[in-house]
């Protein structure tokens, strides 16, 4: 259910205190810097030639360290306190409420701190991408160390006397409590580890080998170009390109996207290709009247992940999307022209018993290799496991909880590229969005009525302005919970995504 903003929500300007205005300029100022990074973020990962690192490390530090100084300001600060008593529509509390959170934690760090992380990213991104290319961790080893010793140090000086990883978690989550991050984690292992055990039993035989053979990589990239077109990407404001890790980045005006090829999994750069135009819808969906500043920006990663999840499980990986995308798949690959629809959906929903990474995973055992990172980024930062320990804990944690040991570092403990930014407190936001995924489709399915009717006619029209009316619109307007209030009537549980999984797998898998 969708909830009206009420006429008092309405922002008049003549109303706001000057100490508002100004506080607005100086936001979309150093809001402006961050996205001169991102775009340099991007270039790195997607354009840059390989030797450009030492250049783009010190560029990036220095855009961080501006940006650090804009925020921590003391005119910042002065103007918050100005705020503090003001009589402010509810649009401009948010704005308020948003920017004091950031100043607060910004104000907290040294600006030498930042830099300092700033440069060790860009360093750690080329030496992951080299050590996973070796296939040795030991060569990612230092910058793991030294990225662990940073944001320990980070956490410390916004809030010593708490838990560091639970003040890195809110870096990415600002709005759910550890605890409650913890505990839906430990729902779905506690859900998910039993039905995975009974998918393994049964004697259901899956369509598995419907997309067995060799796909060309330019051909699967036409096809993800054509995905995009086909759910309503806006090439206008994006573009396609490749990269090792598949990625979004941008804004309201320019969002772009990147996928990954493998040329014996089609469906590898299907899955990956929508999921990153649900992120990229989410960026495009934001008000663009108010870019720069907290109503123009998405909430947080956990409402980021509901919609690449969305997309890519809900629709994706939906029986009703593969009836009409099954023929534009095999015009691209005429050696798949036997296979049925059926057949696609359950390839597309296999329970893989002996998959290593996780951007590969199905959509249960996702959850597990979510687990698995969380509990060993949560040990390192509390200091509970040493660095030269992760990839052993690795690959005893994959064999504990999925039944299978990584021969390799690249298929273990290398595979993602978070700790290489240094983003500790990022993967349980993969799972949180996938619970939230279902608690949003679930709504817009009752508001909207029959979506899969619409997804088989390939018409996503209703779906996207449901999301974009419900979700995009509200930019960080709302904090998480209530946000998924407004769009479902119901508190962000794990009950729509429980019964879900149980019906789709007992359905696939005769349970």
């Given at each position: 259910?969708?909830?009206?903003?009420?006429?008092?929500?309405?922002?008049?300007?003549?109303?706001?205190?000057?100490?508002?205005?100004?506080?607005?300029?100086?936001?979309?100022?150093?809001?402006?810097?961050?996205?001169?990074?991102?775009?340099?973020?991007?270039?790195?990962?997607?354009?840059?030639?390989?030797?450009?690192?030492?250049?783009?490390?010190?560029?990036?530090?220095?855009?961080?360290?501006?940006?650090?100084?804009?925020?921590?300001?003391?005119?910042?600060?002065?103007?918050?306190?100005?705020?503090?008593?003001?009589?402010?529509?509810?649009?401009?509390?948010?704005?308020?409420?948003?920017?004091?959170?950031?100043?607060?934690?910004?104000?907290?760090?040294?600006?030498?701190?930042?830099?300092?992380?700033?440069?060790?990213?860009?360093?750690?991104?080329?030496?992951?991408?080299?050590?996973?290319?070796?296939?040795?961790?030991?060569?990612?080893?230092?910058?793991?160390?030294?990225?662990?010793?940073?944001?320990?140090?980070?956490?410390?000086?916004?809030?010593?006397?708490?838990?560091?990883?639970?003040?890195?978690?809110?870096?990415?989550?600002?709005?759910?409590?550890?605890?409650?991050?913890?505990?839906?984690?430990?729902?779905?292992?506690?859900?998910?580890?039993?039905?995975?055990?009974?998918?393994?039993?049964?004697?259901?035989?899956?369509?598995?080998?419907?997309?067995?053979?060799?796909?060309?990589?330019?051909?699967?990239?036409?096809?993800?170009?054509?995905?995009?077109?086909?759910?309503?990407?806006?090439?206008?404001?994006?573009?396609?390109?490749?990269?090792?890790?598949?990625?979004?980045?941008?804004?309201?005006?320019?969002?772009?996207?990147?996928?990954?090829?493998?040329?014996?999994?089609?469906?590898?750069?299907?899955?990956?290709?929508?999921?990153?135009?649900?992120?990229?819808?989410?960026?495009?969906?934001?008000?663009?009247?108010?870019?720069?500043?907290?109503?123009?920006?998405?909430?947080?990663?956990?409402?980021?992940?509901s919609q690449s999840r969305l997309w890519e499980n809900h629709v994706g990986r939906s029986q009703a999307f593969w009836e009409e995308f099954l023929p534009v798949f095999q015009d691209h690959f005429p050696q798949t022209e036997e296979a049925t629809v059926r057949d696609a959906y359950e390839a597309f929903n296999q329970v893989y018993e002996d998959n290593f990474i996780r951007v590969e995973a199905d959509e249960l055992t996702y959850h597990l290799h979510i687990v698995i990172r969380f509990e060993i980024e949560r040990d390192l930062i509390r200091g509970d496991l040493g660095v030269e320990d992760v990839p052993e804990v690795w690959n005893d944690k994959y064999e504990e909880y999925l039944g299978i040991r990584p021969d390799?570092?690249?298929?273990?403990?290398?595979?993602?590229?978070?700790?290489?930014?240094?983003?500790?407190?990022?993967?349980?936001?993969?799972?949180?969005?996938?619970?939230?995924?279902?608690?949003?489709?679930?709504?817009?399915?009752?508001?909207?009525?029959?979506?899969?009717?619409?997804?088989?006619?390939?018409?996503?029209?209703?779906?996207?302005?449901?999301?974009?009316?419900?979700?995009?619109?509200?930019?960080?307007?709302?904090?998480?919970?209530?946000?998924?209030?407004?769009?479902?009537?119901?508190?962000?549980?794990?009950?729509?995504?429980?019964?879900?999984?149980?019906?789709?797998?007992?359905?696939?898998?005769?349970?």
């Amino acid at each position: 259910m969708a909830t009206e903003a009420t006429a008092d929500d309405t922002d008049d300007a003549s109303d706001a205190p000057d100490a508002y205005d100004a506080l607005l300029d100086r936001v979309q100022q150093w809001n402006a810097v961050g996205s001169a990074s991102g775009v340099l973020g991007w270039d790195q990962q997607v354009m840059m030639p390989e030797g450009g690192t030492p250049a783009r490390s010190k560029q990036l530090s220095a855009l961080s360290s501006v940006h650090h100084d804009m925020v921590t300001d003391d005119e910042t600060g002065e103007l918050l306190d100005e705020l503090d008593d003001a009589d402010l529509s509810e649009e401009r509390a948010a704005v308020v409420r948003e920017v004091r959170r950031e100043y607060e934690r910004a104000d907290a760090v040294p600006v030498e701190l930042v830099e300092e992380i700033s440069e060790t990213g860009s360093e750690a991104l080329q030496a992951w991408e080299e050590a996973k290319a070796a296939d040795d961790f030991d060569q990612f080893a230092p910058y793991l160390e030294k990225h662990v010793e940073l944001k320990r140090e980070y956490a410390e000086h916004i809030d010593p006397d708490r838990d560091p990883y639970e003040v890195l978690f809110e870096e990415f989550e600002p709005c759910l409590s550890m605890e409650r991050a913890e505990s839906i984690l430990t729902e779905l292992r506690e859900a998910l580890v039993p039905m995975i055990e009974d998918i393994r039993e049964s004697d259901v035989e899956l369509a598995v080998d419907t997309f067995e053979g060799t796909f060309p990589e330019e051909t699967q990239e036409e096809l993800s170009r054509e995905i995009l077109e086909h759910v309503g990407y806006d090439f206008d404001r994006g573009r396609l390109d490749v990269s090792s890790h598949p990625f979004t980045a941008g804004n309201q005006f320019d969002c772009r996207v990147t996928t990954r090829f493998d040329e014996t999994d089609p469906l590898g750069a299907v899955g990956s290709t929508i999921h990153e135009f649900g992120h990229a819808q989410y960026n495009l969906g934001l008000p663009q009247d108010h870019f720069g500043t907290p109503l123009g920006e998405s909430r947080d990663l956990s409402v980021h992940e509901s919609q690449s999840r969305l997309w890519e499980n809900h629709v994706g990986r939906s029986q009703a999307f593969w009836e009409e995308f099954l023929p534009v798949f095999q015009d691209h690959f005429p050696q798949t022209e036997e296979a049925t629809v059926r057949d696609a959906y359950e390839a597309f929903n296999q329970v893989y018993e002996d998959n290593f990474i996780r951007v590969e995973a199905d959509e249960l055992t996702y959850h597990l290799h979510i687990v698995i990172r969380f509990e060993i980024e949560r040990d390192l930062i509390r200091g509970d496991l040493g660095v030269e320990d992760v990839p052993e804990v690795w690959n005893d944690k994959y064999e504990e909880y999925l039944g299978i040991r990584p021969d390799t570092d690249s298929e273990g403990c290398l595979q993602d590229i978070h700790w290489s930014h240094g983003n500790f407190g990022y993967f349980p936001t993969y799972s949180l969005g996938s619970v939230m995924a279902a608690q949003l489709f679930d709504a817009a399915d009752s508001e909207i009525g029959d979506l899969d009717s619409k997804v088989a006619d390939g018409d996503f029209d209703d779906l996207r302005e449901w999301l974009g009316e419900n979700v995009h619109r509200h930019g960080s307007r709302y904090e998480t919970n209530e946000l998924v209030k407004r769009a479902t009537g119901e508190d962000f549980s794990a009950d729509a995504f429980l019964d879900y999984v149980d019906e789709k797998y007992g359905e696939l898998y005769e349970l």
